[in-house]
């Protein structure tokens, strides 16, 4: 990468999520839980879906791959993390710290606009039940797949391209428990006004344009469910958004919080609090979430189950 030639620094350390050595182990066990849990949750997700029929519609389509995400950005973050709970130093290399952050960046894009898919899912389920099948045909969500993953992409391009044109001296340690941009631009040596604009632009796109396109969609459900006159479809219709509203207030909320304001407002101690939900609790809620409050799932497993007893 470009920036190795013009930066001195070959490896940083992480400081971690506390500096307190009472509160290591502790956090360590409790972190750990969170990612038995998440892998536990996401990946049995996984598998109920690919296994069971009555969920290949476009609905479980997209949670598929939400699961997937999450699977893979909390893999990305969680060990290295770890890690830094039971290590007095926790270096991670140049190199490894980019490729972190990379990953990082392009999984929490593809989050935002997988959750984005899924409100323009269920927008046309509540809002256009008799064109539903034809909406949202199989090369219609290859396509808005397409475009999750693309966005994903752009937005660790975007990322990885503003870090070019910073260089790093003497200092080489980084506030936080993962290689993120907002230190990393505080730890260069050359990092200016445009660099933290060009980040609030990239995270705007990355998050304000999937929040524009969630509160349109359920501003149009929110007036179709209105007009539905018996109270059980009303209750139905509500019930089908619950889980997706919930999940996008815990990602988008906790997000905001951090990236959409001035980083002198808001101190990285404060900050790596925030990014503990969305990097390390939203992953873990979001497959319980979906799985708890879903009739669909819950037949799933017990038909999966009852299959596995039986044979």
């Known amino acids: 990468m470009a920036a190795a030639n013009t930066s001195s620094v070959a490896e940083f350390i992480l400081v971690g999520l506390t500096d307190q050595p009472q509160l290591q182990i502790p956090l360590f066990f409790l972190f750990l839980g969170f990612y038995i849990v998440t892998m536990v949750g996401n990946l049995g997700l996984i598998t109920l879906i690919g296994l069971n029929s009555h969920l290949h519609i476009p609905m479980y389509f997209f949670l598929f791959n939400l699961s997937f995400i999450d699977f893979s950005y909390s893999t990305t973050l969680t060990p290295k993390m770890l890690v830094g709970f039971v290590l007095r130093k926790n270096i991670i290399s140049y190199a490894g710290c980019m490729t972190q952050f990379f990953f990082f960046c392009f999984f929490v894009f593809s989050e935002s606009y997988i959750l984005s898919a899924m409100a323009y899912d269920r927008y046309v389920a509540i809002c256009k039940p008799l064109l539903y099948s034809v909406t949202m045909s199989p090369q219609v969500c290859s396509y808005l797949l397409s475009g999750v993953y693309g966005m994903g992409v752009f937005g660790a391009v975007a990322h990885m391209g503003n870090l070019q044109f910073i260089s790093f001296c003497a200092d080489n340690i980084i506030n936080h428990y993962m290689c993120d941009i907002i230190p990393l631009l505080e730890l260069s040596c050359n990092s200016s006004y445009i660099n933290l604009l060009v980040v609030f632009i990239v995270v705007t796109i990355g998050i304000g344009v999937p929040i524009v396109t969630i509160f349109i969609s ?20 509500f019930s089908t958004c619950t889980s997706h509203i919930i999940v996008v207030s815990l990602f988008f909320g906790s997000g905001a919080f951090m990236y959409l304001k001035p980083p002198s407002s808001l101190p990285l101690d404060q900050g790596k609090v925030s990014s503990v939900f969305y990097t390390a609790v939203v992953p873990m809620f979001n497959p319980l979430i979906y799985s708890l409050r879903n ?13 596995k007893n039986f044979s």
């Open 218 to 237: 359920y501003g149009f459900i929110l007036s179709s469910i209105l007009h539905i006159s018996s109270k059980e479809g009303r209750s139905k219709a």
């Open 295 to 307: 009739k669909d799932v819950k037949i799933a497993l017990k038909k999966t189950l009852s299959r």
